[in-house]
């Protein structure tokens, strides 16, 4: 199995942040371009393709590769009207040509929130919150088949949203029924909703799991903490990846803490992906 984590895990390294990276133990990257303000959607279409053709040059040297993407993401959500989702269609559009350019085939996606995140219980909401996203994801869908990029619709950590937890997921992704429009499985997001495990969600999503974000909690926040300082049970959640047959990447989504000194940083960064292979039954 391969490994990987975000590609601004290594920042502080500058130029050579792919190469700590890589002998860090890690193979690929999910490259971030969740923020709409970042200079990825501000700059020049030429400052754009330089920096592109710089970030692919540098993991190339390294020997790492860019196994997904993560698409547009605000927080509090702005998804209310619908002037605000034509504007988060038109960066997520881009975010989709993007990912194209830097040759990558996966791109992850939050569900939209038009009404919130407390809308399950509300029958009327919750079905017009379906039939947004059905709306919106199926136009980005078929950019997405264009380049041959795979949606991956992550679950998320808010129990009371009615497009949130892992069977909802499951439910919306069978519905949209495409090769192209899979799962991003969210181990700290599935502990967070009640029933289920991160074991359990990758059991139940089973083919459908394109793409990982691995991270652990306390089983009631969503804080991204290194595996094995949670709540997480990381022996059934690797069981439980080798029964539904995942053979993609062991991507992290956390990081050592960021005051960390260098040395020890490092150091950590190692450790978390000897985690990975332990998790995995290869160490």
Same mark, same amino acid.
């Given at each position: 199995m391969r490994y990987g984590t975000g590609a601004w895990m290594f920042g502080r390294f500058g130029e050579? !942040?792919?190469? =700590?990276? =890589?002998?860090?133990?890690?193979?690929?990257?999910?490259? %971030? *371009?969740?923020? @709409?303000d970042g200079e990825f959607y501000?700059?020049?279409?030429?400052? !754009?393709?330089? /920096?592109?053709?710089?970030?692919?040059?540098?993991?190339?040297?390294?020997?790492?590769?860019? +196994?997904?993407?993560?698409g547009p993401w605000r927080w509090p959500a702005q998804d209310g009207t619908e002037e605000e989702r034509a504007e988060r269609m038109e960066k997520m559009k881009r975010s989709l040509q993007f990912t194209a350019e830097l040759g990558c085939k996966n791109w992850v996606i939050h569900p939209i929130m038009p009404f919130g995140v407390n809308e399950k219980d509300d029958p009327e909401l919750a079905? =017009?919150?379906?039939? $947004? #996203?059905?709306?919106?994801?199926?136009? *980005? *869908?078929?950019?997405? =088949?264009?380049?041959? $990029? @795979? $949606?991956?619709?992550? #679950? /998320?950590?808010?129990?009371?949203?009615?497009?949130?937890? %892992?069977?909802?997921?499951l439910k919306f992704v069978q519905e949209m029924n495409?090769?192209?429009?899979?799962?991003?499985?969210? @181990?700290? +997001?599935?502990?967070?909703? %009640?029933?289920?495990t991160a074991g359990s969600a990758a059991r139940l999503m089973g083919k459908y799991v394109r793409? *990982? +974000?691995?991270?652990? #909690?306390?089983?009631q926040h969503d804080w991204h903490q290194l595996p094995f300082f949670g709540v997480t049970d990381w022996q059934d959640f690797g069981v439980a990846l080798k029964e539904i047959g995942y053979d993609g990447v062991f991507n992290f989504e956390t990081n050592p803490p960021w005051k960390m000194p260098t040395p020890l940083?490092?150091?950590?960064?190692? @450790? /978390?992906a000897k985690m990975g292979r332990t998790i995995m039954g290869e160490v």
């Open positions: 050579d !942040r792919y190469k =700590k990276l =890589k002998e860090s133990g890690f193979d690929c990257v999910d490259y %971030p *371009l969740a923020d @709409t501000t700059a020049t279409d030429e400052r !754009r393709h330089a /920096m592109i053709a710089h970030e692919k040059a540098l993991a190339a040297e390294s020997g790492v590769s860019f +196994h997904q993407v993560h079905a =017009k919150t379906w039939d $947004i #996203n059905r709306v919106f994801m199926s136009e *980005l *869908l078929a950019l997405a =088949k264009s380049y041959d $990029i @795979t $949606i991956c619709f992550e #679950n /998320m950590p808010m129990p009371a949203f009615s497009l949130g937890d %892992p069977a909802a997921i495409d090769d192209h429009f899979m799962i991003c499985l969210d @181990t700290g +997001h599935a502990e967070v909703c %009640p029933d289920f793409v *990982l +974000h691995v991270h652990d #909690n306390d089983g940083f490092v150091e950590t960064a190692q @450790t /978390m």
